[in-house]
């Protein structure tokens, strides 16, 4: 028997309505701040990555899914959407007459590394991209609405928190990367094979690894950004904002953010259940990326939200919770009754917005009734042999019990059922 291939995962009809409300959730809170949907093809040419990510980090290193078309590029399915969005934006510019773009995209991302609990090969995220703005009010706009937005799915603000810390701009980020290869150095010996190799290409990425033995060789290493005047009044106002707004946040300087693009602002959201890999949502200011890959100086600063780690957090059982149960189930007593029902199914899916369904491949009423109720069905129509003789029917209420005998007339059922399943 085939299975799905490891590090992906079906996502079953009883799972999927809590992945519907995530996303609505997200469509709606992103829309009151200002920010437009876009999205991006699944796959890129795999240099947009190497240039934007960096070549020698992990992602593009050992993690993208990485193939030759028919023309012979080297093509990649898309490890994280900040950099399509780049160049779609770059691409596209020229519709665009306002400076600043909010963009947030939703869907599937791609990385071949060891699948772990909240994180498959095929993953998704949902993310949120601010183009044209470095005033510091958009940086703590941008960590603000991702405690909005977990705070409106349910997750505790007292169970999630907020770190945050500042690269500085390219020259503080260079100062800090030596001053990391400096104090690192007494015990490179005692960290793991792929973070020896990162001593030289990218050393901000070794106080990203979740091996014990990394963790415990630098954890007494402190690291001490040393921000020009610039950068520090632009983390003060940041603060300062977060504070006025009442967003809790803890200074975290080994937040680094190890992707090659971020600079001044970055952050992690963690939640405590989850573990060692613990982050639901990260991100930062990446204000050289735009000029780097061609296009204008232009600043930046976005978030990625990894939507299995969030339905970890939200603590939320979704198998026994629909998102969306069935408004009506129409059953019958016997399969005289059946084209009689079909024609009212019809007239409910033709002239009302209500999802309603039948339970035919159950013979007996019994059967049929425990079938709508499985469905979540909040009312139950019955079509009775004796009732239909007098032109009446029977509506249940599934979640009260009280059952009625109504006049079986189109318009006057569907008025009553409109009064009986607010909207």
Known sequence: ??????????ILPDEVGLWIHIENSARDIFSIYGYNEIRTPLIEEAELF????????????????LFEDRAGRLVALRPEGTAPIVRAYLENCGRYSQRLQKFFYIGP?????????GRQRQFHQIGVELIGSSLPFRDAEIIQLATVFLKRLGIKEEDFSVRLNSLGCEKDKLLLIKKCQEDIRPVLKSLCETCISRYDKNVLRIFDCKMEGCIDAIKDIKIKNTLCDECKGHFDAVKRYLNEWGVKFQLDEKIVRGLDYYTRTVFEITHKALGSQDAICAGGRYDNLIKDMGGKDTPAIGFALGVERLILSMKIDSTKRPYKKLDVSIVTTGKALQDEAFRFLNFLRDKSRFSCDVHFEEDSLKAQMRQAERSGARLVVIFGEEEFKNKKLIIKNMDTGFQEEVDYNYEALLKKLERDIPR
């Open 1 to 10: 028997m085939l299975k799905a291939l490891r590090g992906t995962k079906d």
């Open 50 to 65: 190497k240039r934007s990510i960096g070549e020698y980090s992990d992602i593009v290193q050992k993690e993208m899914y």
């Open 109 to 117: 991302m791609f990385r071949g590394e060891r699948p772990q609990k």
